[in-house]
């Protein structure tokens, strides 16, 4: 059974930082390409950074330079620090990753990042 559990979100003001944290089980996870979504009320959900197997890194145009996905794989967690926070940033964000022998994607419960002051 494949899970991902994410944590972190919260409460921030803007230009604060917050990390998030998505802990997978039921995956080979060093085999896995990682990523990071996230949703907005009224907005599609999109993509905000992935990783892959190989370390190699992509981000959304909006969060780069700000976000860093990392990955550590002997703790089965891929992890998104935010930095320079900005209200757009308010939403839920999703771990995901796909599994292609299987035709699908797994998908975490999400995590609620508001930023206000």
């Known amino acids: 059974q494949v899970q991902l559990v994410e944590s972190g979100g919260g409460l921030v003001q803007p230009g604060g930082s917050l990390r998030l944290s998505c802990v997978a089980s039921?995956?080979?996870?060093?085999?896995?390409?990682m990523r990071w979504y996230r949703q907005a009320p009224g907005k599609e959900r999109e993509l905000v950074a992935a990783i892959s197997s190989g370390g190699f890194t992509n981000y959304a145009d909006s969060v780069k330079g700000r976000f860093t996905i990392s990955r550590d794989n002997a703790k089965n967690t891929v992890y998104l620090q935010m930095n320079s926070l900005k209200p757009d940033d308010t939403a839920v964000y999703y771990c995901?990753?796909?599994?292609?022998?299987?035709?699908?994607?797994?998908w975490g419960q999400g995590t609620q990042v508001t930023v206000s002051s």
């Open positions: 039921g995956i080979i996870f060093s085999s896995y390409t």
């Open positions: 995901n990753t796909p599994n292609y022998s299987r035709n699908r994607d797994y």
